[in-house]
């Protein structure tokens, strides 16, 4: 029965990472808080909680990174088509929408890959709560070991 209980708090640990859809910063929190308080209870909680918290800290890096590349790809393709020698205050901005900038697929690719990834993020967390449903432990690919 002990280890039945133990599972469950492990599958909660990974699944608590959706409460960032409720709670800012729910990702982090929900998994640290079910892990400190059931760390001491067994190897398996706390083996499933390092793997939960690494791979939400991988996942913000990951998209920090990802986000300082693709923002200025957006701004520069917009900021191209406005005609800076020519911006009179009476006849509006002029924007040159037939031609987009190769930059602004260079940014497009980027966020599509950014969404591609929030999307294995999702399938990563279903498939490491069922496996620690079953008493396995999952380890996340590309995740960066933070906590041992």
Known sequence: MEEKNHTNIATFIHLSTFSRFLVPFGNFLGPLVLWIINKEKSQF???NG???LNFQISILIYSLIIGLITIPFFAFSIFSGFDFMDFNLFEGIH???SKPSPLFYIGG???FLAVVGFVLEIVFIIKASLRARDG???EYPLSIKFLK
């Open 45 to 47: 909680i706390d083996e």
């Open 50 to 52: 390092k793997q939960a």
């Open 95 to 97: 924007l040159n929408l």
């Open 109 to 111: 690719s980027l966020g």
């Open 136 to 138: 396995e432990i999952y």
